[in-house]
């Protein structure tokens, strides 16, 4: 590239960059400031929820056609061959999408003339299941090409179908709508949230647009580990590239496999751990046989189905509502009547009642925290005199019954107890506030920048951890490993460009979308359920209140009358239970079981190839590129594979933090590790081997210990005082601390360090 090309590719890169931090961080800055309703839209939720998403779009669109109009095409390419190769894909696509909605027709018939319930979800699960098979066992393949990168001739489409279905996890399908419900704009002042992750997941793309994909593609490699070896040379960083690459990687195949289980269970009727071991299958399937070439086919096919999944509930609850089923255009008039539903429930002396009993409740586990072995004897010997009055372990009554299982329940012993009691007076503490905790759907950060000094305090933390959270999840998203070989996949740098633009518009399908699901169930809650008696409620309450994680229901005053104080919805259940909300038919809850279930394997496939071939082609045999070694490799990727299916399985099954959680952990993870010596690598021909290992260590180093020195576990167990919190920044956040430790080290110690010899590396990324 010449050096007025450099200049202009910086101009470009520069305006769009700046277009990019003024519509996200920007407008996030002065939401607060941006309260005025135009057209039923409060400003500052439009920007946020909708309209920096369509920027971001046009942003990877433009940056796309420029660059490769500038470039021009690429010698040796056969664009007439391509061209037909493409045509063929959009047949086959075609017949599979009528194909689906044939078969959806035909289970709704099936449903409507009396088919169970049962045997509906279980012949979706079985087909869709036997469907990603049937592509593993067609996609099977040993050669190393056609296994890491799928013989580079993805088309950009349809590998950005495949990206966003990649991209498109558990969290994203099954938690994020949930977490708009919960969360509204911002979250709390002690849960950052809410919009910050429709910000975050979705204007990362124009981070990996600009900065990384085209580039790497350019270097013609099979894994992330590569770039570190082929750009730095020597052996360590590409082995802690590896490593890390595994760390965030597994801790976000958790959270998949965790809902796996979760959806498996749900459809079927299965034990979690059971469903887990299902679902488990269907991902080994794919990733174990064909590598990348099955799993990104089996992607794009999932992609269809996820999308299905979450355009009918959220389009008939719109059409329901409001008499127009485009719900990302049409929900901001239910916005207005949420805020003065919200008001009325405030002021609800009923409501009061409740929130009343919860505060009540908590003075009572924070008495019993004062001295836990005496409250401990205490309650346990109150539980058997009852029982001793009323005959004993022998009394076969009601009541009797009751005290034996509120005397099986008390704790074992004093540590027990203290940590059931303590988390029992948090949650009655966070519902004793009003609407139960949550906040105010549209209003931008806890607190107020113009109140007290403690408001005005709890303002500024609340705004900053919603920049860092949205700091976080963007950068994460450019050092995400699987993400980024998913643009080793295709034949051209041009397409490489194109397809981040396409995963980008496929993924805003869903995201724009997920905040109008958010505000249409609320408004279905606050309108149709609250003040409903307890006997009339309607029957998916009581389905889904089998599981407290999911739903709870509880007449705390005594009313007989459903207060919305008394209702908790955990984050997934706002997306699984919406057919149900908007009185669907049955085959439409499989298809959103089924949808998330897709979601959820197919990023589980792709973090399972990742982990798989960082540890065989990167750790054991280093990139050795003859035939036998390539092959090795693959068979030695595909046991690496299993083995971590098989443990990521078992930590699974152990129940941990939420998907949201453990999926946004992983991004401050994967930024700290890779984005300062990746970014700098590419920029910056300074950049020198030891600044690279340099910047990753302290990135990394300084997330991992941010995150565990605040679990509360440890600072028990270390005996530290307070929230170990720097400037109120909560841990998921760690990677705004990890990734400007990264580049600072990266610089710094490059600057300081004997110059190393260039490499020809370099020149191959094209600047």
Same mark, same amino acid.
């Given at each position: 590239?010449?050096?007025?090309?450099?200049?202009?590719?910086?101009?470009? =890169?520069?305006?769009?960059?700046?277009?990019?931090? /003024?519509?996200?961080?920007?407008?996030?800055?002065? @939401?607060? !400031?941006?309260?005025?309703?135009?057209?039923?839209?409060?400003?500052?939720?439009?920007? @946020?929820?909708?309209? *920096?998403?369509?920027?971001?779009?046009? #942003?990877?669109?433009?940056?796309?056609?420029?660059?490769?109009?500038?470039?021009?095409?690429?010698?040796?390419? !056969?664009?007439?061959?391509?061209?037909?190769?493409?045509?063929?894909? =959009?047949?086959?696509?075609?017949?599979?999408?009528?194909?689906?909605?044939?078969?959806?027709?035909?289970?709704?018939?099936?449903?409507?003339?009396?088919?169970?319930?049962?045997?509906?979800?279980? #012949?979706?699960?079985?087909?869709?299941?036997?469907?990603?098979?049937?592509?593993?066992?067609?996609?099977?393949?040993?050669?190393?090409?056609?296994?890491?990168?799928?013989?580079?001739?993805?088309?950009?489409?349809?590998?950005?179908? /495949?990206?966003?279905? !990649?991209?498109?996890?558990?969290?994203?399908?099954?938690?994020?709508?949930?977490?708009?419900?919960?969360?509204?704009?911002?979250?709390?002042?002690?849960?950052?949230g809410g919009l910050a992750y429709v910000l975050g997941w979705t204007g990362g793309f124009c981070l990996v647009a600009?900065?990384?994909?085209?580039?790497?593609?350019? &270097?013609?490699?099979?894994?992330?580990? !590569?770039?570190?070896?082929?750009?730095?040379?020597?052996?360590?960083?590409?082995?802690?590239?590896?490593?890390?690459?595994?760390? %965030?990687?597994?801790?976000?195949?958790?959270?998949?496999?965790?809902?796996?289980?979760?959806?498996? *269970?749900?459809?079927?009727?299965? =034990?979690?751990?059971?469903?887990?071991?299902?679902?488990?299958?269907?991902?080994?399937? %794919?990733? $174990?046989?064909?590598? &990348?070439?099955?799993?990104?086919?089996?992607?794009?096919?999932?992609?269809?189905?996820?999308?299905?999944? $979450?355009? #009918?509930?959220?389009?008939?609850? *719109?059409?329901?509502?409001?008499?127009?089923?485009?719900?990302? $255009?049409?929900?901001?008039?239910?916005?207005?009547?949420?805020?003065?539903?919200?008001?009325e429930l405030v002021n609800s002396p009923a409501e009061r009642q409740v929130t009343d009993e919860f505060a009540r409740r908590a003075r009572v586990y924070e008495q019993k925290l004062q001295d836990v072995d005496e409250a401990l004897q205490t309650e346990r010997q109150g539980l058997r005199d009852q029982l001793r009055a009323m005959g004993g372990m022998k009394a076969d009554d009601d009541r009797a019954m009751l005290l034996r299982r509120e005397l099986a329940a008390v704790p074992k012993d004093a540590a027990a107890a203290r940590e059931l009691w303590s988390r029992e007076l948090t949650e009655n503490l966070e519902r004793a506030k009003p609407l139960g905790g949550m906040p105010s759907h549209t209003t931008p950060? /806890?607190?107020?920048?113009?109140?007290?000094?403690?408001?005005?305090?709890?303002?500024?933390?609340?705004?900053?951890?919603?920049?860092?959270? &949205? $700091? %976080?999840?963007?950068?994460?998203?450019?050092?995400?490993?699987?993400l980024l070989t998913r643009y080793y996949a295709t034949p051209t740098v041009a397409e490489a460009r194109s397809s981040v633009a396409w995963s980008l518009f496929f993924i805003a399908l869903l995201y724009l979308s997920a905040p109008a699901l958010a505000v249409l169930v609320k408004y279905e809650v606050m309108a149709h359920l609250v003040g409903q008696p307890f006997d009339q409620l309607p029957s998916w309450v009581a389905q889904w209140a089998r599981d407290a994680t999911l739903l709870t229901v509880s007449d705390v005053n005594g009313d007989r009358v459903l207060q919305f104080a008394e209702l908790k919805f955990g984050a997934d259940l706002v997306m699984l239970a919406s057919p149900e909300i908007g009185g669907l038919p049955y085959v439409v809850s499989a298809l959103v079981a089924a949808g998330g279930l897709a979601a959820a394997l197919s990023t589980a496939d792709g973090l399972l190839l990742t982990i798989g071939n960082a540890l065989a082609h990167d750790v054991y045999f280093e990139g050795d590129s003859d035939k036998a070694q390539a092959m090795r490799r693959v068979m030695w990727s595909k046991f690496a594979l299993l083995v971590v299916a098989l443990v990521a399985a078992y930590v699974a099954a152990q129940r941990p933090a939420g998907i949201l959680y453990l999926v946004s952990a992983s991004f401050s993870l994967a930024g700290s590790a890779f984005v300062p010596a990746m970014v700098l690598g590419i920029f910056w021909q300074g950049a020198t081997r030891s600044g690279a290992v340099a910047g990753m260590l302290a990135g990394l180093g300084i997330t991992i210990y941010y995150m565990a020195i605040n679990i509360p576990a440890v600072r028990t167990s270390l005996g530290l005082a307070g929230d170990g919190l720097w400037w109120?920044?909560?841990?998921?956040?760690?990677?705004?601390?990890?990734?400007?430790?990264?580049?600072?080290?990266?610089?710094?110690?490059?600057?300081? /360090?004997?110059?190393?010899?260039?490499?020809?590396?370099?020149?191959?990324?094209?600047?």
């Open positions: 590239m010449t050096v007025p090309a450099v200049a202009r590719f910086g101009a470009l =890169h520069a305006g769009l960059l700046a277009l990019w931090f /003024a519509v996200s961080f920007g407008v996030v800055f002065f @939401a607060h !400031d941006l309260q005025f309703v135009v057209a039923n839209w409060p400003v500052g939720f439009w920007f @946020a929820a909708q309209g *920096s998403v369509v920027v971001f779009i046009a #942003i990877v669109f433009l940056f796309a056609w420029l660059a490769n109009r500038r470039e021009g095409p690429e010698p040796g390419f !056969d664009a007439r061959a391509y061209a037909l190769y493409k045509r063929k894909l =959009h047949r086959r696509f075609a017949l599979y999408v009528a194909g689906l909605l044939a078969f959806l027709l035909l289970l709704a018939v099936a449903e409507r003339w009396g088919m169970s319930k049962v045997w509906v979800a279980g #012949i979706f699960l079985s087909a869709t299941l036997v469907l990603y098979a049937v592509i593993g066992v067609y996609g099977r393949t040993a050669d190393a090409a056609e296994y890491y990168v799928a013989g580079r001739r993805i088309p950009g489409m349809y590998n950005g179908m /495949a990206t966003a279905a !990649d991209w498109m996890s558990a969290a994203s399908f099954i938690s994020l709508a949930g977490g708009l419900y919960l969360q509204g704009f911002s979250g709390t002042d002690a849960q950052s600009l900065l990384v994909a085209p580039y790497l593609r350019r &270097m013609n490699l099979y894994t992330v580990p !590569d770039f570190f070896a082929v750009r730095f040379g020597g052996r360590w960083p590409r082995m802690i590239a590896a490593l890390a690459a595994v760390l %965030c990687s597994f801790t976000y195949v958790v959270a998949q496999i965790y809902g796996v289980g979760l959806i498996t *269970s749900r459809l079927i009727g299965v =034990h979690f751990e059971i469903g887990i071991l299902l679902g488990l299958g269907g991902v080994l399937v %794919c990733s $174990f046989l064909g590598g &990348m070439r099955a799993v990104t086919w089996t992607q794009v096919t999932q992609y269809v189905v996820i999308i299905l999944a $979450f355009l #009918i509930p959220v389009s008939w609850l *719109s059409y329901k509502q409001i008499g127009n089923p485009l719900a990302p $255009f049409a929900y901001g008039q239910q916005l207005q009547k949420i805020a003065a539903m919200e008001l950060f /806890a607190g107020d920048p113009v109140g007290s000094a403690q408001e005005r305090e709890t303002f500024q933390t609340s705004r900053l951890n919603f920049l860092a959270l &949205m $700091f %976080c999840l963007m950068v994460g998203t450019v050092g995400l490993p699987h109120g920044i909560q841990p998921v956040s760690a990677g705004v601390f990890g990734v400007t430790a990264g580049f600072a080290m990266t610089v710094l110690v490059s600057l300081l /360090a004997r110059p190393e010899k260039p490499l020809a590396a370099h020149s191959q990324l094209g600047l």
